[in-house]
């Protein structure tokens, strides 16, 4: 598989054309963002993590029978996924009440759902990925109707398979952002990547956060939490 040239460089990964046009290669950079870009920092060794926690993530999800984008991890940093059309959705799934939840609706923060909710954000940084509902996206043709049933049921049942492992590895799934994308023939699968960029995850016992949260609150640890959360998963993965 040749690596071509750069398509694309966004705030966390760069994607390269292969010379399979169904094929990219993704690559973890270290960079961190948060609050729509104007925090900027970087976190050490954070690329590799992201690269290989998404990776193990995406063929649990995978043997549970839900498709992904992964195809074959090429080196620490860089990962051989499908070539899709992002849906351009944010799919945010959670299970306690945290960050943008419980600021807009005034609940305190780890507050545990009956059942699981689901919410949709626009992917547009000029607009600041808004958050917009099922009608709303249907009339602006984000998605299809059969697209946002299809992205629904994949997003509860990646939730599922999800909270189960971090369980057994002592961190609670409190929420997580997903991304889909069309494959050529239309067909929806998972994409973009599963990390503590794009999760919040929590020690059970202890309710330390050990996730991007650290960065984007300046709590400190950052790099120690990524680490010792990958370790858990590794540990619990084999
Ligand atoms: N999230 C993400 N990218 C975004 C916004 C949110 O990966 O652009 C993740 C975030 O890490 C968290 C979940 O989605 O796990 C819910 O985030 P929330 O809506 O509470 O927003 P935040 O408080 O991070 O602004």
């Known amino acids: 598989m040749q690596k071509l040239e750069q398509l ?9 054309a292969t010379d399979d046009p169904e094929l ?10 948060a609050f729509n870009g104007v925090k900027k920092g970087s976190i050490a060794g954070k690329g590799i993590i992201n690269n290989q926690m998404s990776n193990r993530l995406m063929q649990r999800l995978e043997r549970e029978g839900i498709p992904t984008h992964f195809v074959q991890e090429l080196s620490e940093r860089e990962t051989l996924v499908k070539r899709v059309q992002i849906v351009p959705l944010e799919v945010i799934v959670r299970n306690l009440a945290a960050g943008s939840f419980s600021k807009r609706y005034g609940v305190p923060e780890g507050q545990p759902f009956d059942r699981p909710t689901i919410e949709f954000s626009y992917k547009n940084d000029e607009l600041g990925d808004p958050l917009i509902n099922t009608s709303h996206l249907l009339a602006i043709h984000l998605a299809t109707e059969e697209e946002v049933e299809t992205i629904k049921r994949y997003a509860f049942r990646v939730n ?9 590895c002592g961190v609670t799934l409190v929420d ?11 067909t929806i699968i998972l994409a973009d990547e599963i990390s503590p960029d794009t999760c919040r995850l929590w020690d059970s016992a202890t309710g330390k956060k050990l996730d991007k949260d650290r960065f984007r609150r300046d709590l400190g640890g950052v790099e120690d939490a990524y680490t010792e959360v990958m370790r858990r998963l590794c540990e619990h993965d084999a």
């Open 8 to 16: 694309y460089e966004g705030k966390a990964k760069r994607v390269y």
């Open 24 to 33: 990219l290669i993704v690559d973890y950079k270290d960079d961190a963002t």
């Open 160 to 168: 599922e398979v999800l909270r189960a492992f971090w369980a057994q």
């Open 176 to 186: 997580f952002k997903l991304e889909f994308g069309r494959l050529a023939d239309g």
